[in-house]
């Protein structure tokens, strides 16, 4: 995959995490007393989520996933652009190599 593509790639998996981060918060969802959004980031950046965290989630009514789902319906449009940028790129990519 073309550096560019993994640049987006990188930025919709970021996009999808500040709006489970959003929601979360916005559900008076914490992690660890005292929770803060950065932590909740971190912890879904680092794709290590521990049973506490699950926990939490399963008393609100969420798991990952279902948090992952509502956040890329939440930003489906602005991932619909970064899925469209990622098909340019691939395209301008394959005329450069025709070329040569």
């Known amino acids: 995959m073309p550096v560019s593509n993994i640049r987006y790639e990188v930025q919709k998996r970021a996009t999808i995490i500040e709006s489970m981060v959003y ?3 916005r559900s008076g969802f914490y992690l660890h ?5 950065s932590h ?3 912890t879904l ?3 290590k989520v521990d049973n506490k965290t699950v926990q939490a989630l399963k008393d609100k009514g969420h798991t990952i996933e ?3 789902q509502e956040a890329m319906a939440d930003k489906r449009e602005q991932l619909l652009q970064l ?3 990622i098909a ?4 301008i990519l394959a005329g450069l190599a025709g070329l040569l």
Request: proline content about 8%; overall charge positive.
């Open 23 to 25: 929601l979360a918060d």
């Open 33 to 37: 007393p005292p929770s803060t959004k």
């Open 45 to 47: 950046l680092a794709d």
């Open 40 to 42: 909740i980031r971190n």
């Open 88 to 91: 340019l790129q691939t395209k």
């Open 83 to 85: 899925d469209q940028q």
């Open 66 to 68: 279902s948090m992952r």
